[in-house]
Nanobody, 118 residues
């Protein structure tokens, strides 16, 4: 297992930007790294995924606005969020899983709150 710690959340106005960071306790090169979010009272949803080959995938609701990236030297995962909307408000979670583990499994961080409001 790898330990994950998110940071970078906060309050931002609509149209603004935030960059979330996820610090991993070990090497993440061979892991599938994900960002999920959970709005209050709703189910957790997958936002973005990046594999060790650099392949990325995004939820339709964030395509063109969010970018996931990794720094395998620093064992960091980032989520750059631009053109934020009120509906992006949620607790954002970093997730790491091995390729053979089903989506939703693996290690989780404690989450960081993102609030988009004027």
């Amino acid at each position: 297992q790898v330990q994950l710690v998110e940071s970078g959340g906060g309050l931002v106005q609509p149209g603004g930007s935030l960059r979330l960071s996820c610090a991993a306790s070990g090497n993440i090169f061979s892991w599938v790294m994900n960002w999920y979010r959970q709005p209050t009272g709703r189910q957790r949803e997958l936002v973005a995924t990046i594999t060790s080959s650099g392949s990325t995938n995004y939820a339709d609701s964030v395509k063109g606005r969010f970018t996931i990236s990794t720094d395998n030297v620093k064992n960091m995962v980032y989520l750059q969020m631009n053109s934020l909307k009120p509906e992006d408000t949620a607790v954002y979670y970093c997730n790491a899983r091995r390729y053979w583990v089903s989506p939703g499994g693996g290690s989780w961080g404690q989450g960081t709150q993102v609030t988009v409001s004027s």
